[in-house]
Nanobody, 122 residues
Framework: QVQLVESGGGLVQAGGSLRLSCATS????????MGWFRQAPGKEREFVAAISENGASIYYADFVKGRFTISRIKAKNTVFLQMNSLKPEDTADYYC???????????????WGQGTQVTVSS
């Protein structure tokens, strides 16, 4: 099993920044692709960003390109999501996910965190 714990969410004004962290523990040797997803109230969960084990492959949803940056410290089994120029429409619960294969745009990840709430005020 792999456990994922997100942190770093909170309340921020539009235009502000937040940095989300996702710490992994357990059978981390089985973790390769990692991703961030979000779910706003009343909406479907959607892909935000993903990164491969060595960081060589990175993917972003179109709506965050140029504003969000995903990164990873393999030695610490931690992945980050730096979110800049936040907009009210970025308000959602953000979830970290992991899988023992290459990263994916889809929700076909094996392990999920509990989520961290991000609220952007206008």
């Amino acid at each position: 099993q792999v456990q994922l714990v997100e942190s770093g969410g909170g309340l921020v004004q539009a235009g502000g920044s937040l940095r989300l962290s996702c710490a992994t523990s357990g059978r981390t040797f089985s973790v390769y692709g990692m991703g961030w997803f979000r779910q706003a109230p009343g909406k479907e969960r959607e892909f935000v960003a993903a990164i491969s084990e060595n960081g060589a492959s990175i993917y972003y949803a179109d709506f965050v390109k140029g504003r969000f940056t995903i990164s990873r410290i393999k030695a610490k089994n931690t992945v980050f999501l730096q979110m800049n120029s936040l907009k009210p429409e970025d308000t959602a619960d953000y979830y970290c996910a992991a899988r023992p294969s290459s990263p994916s745009y889809y929700s076909d990840y094996d392990y999920w965190g509990q989520g961290t709430q991000v609220t952007v005020s206008s």
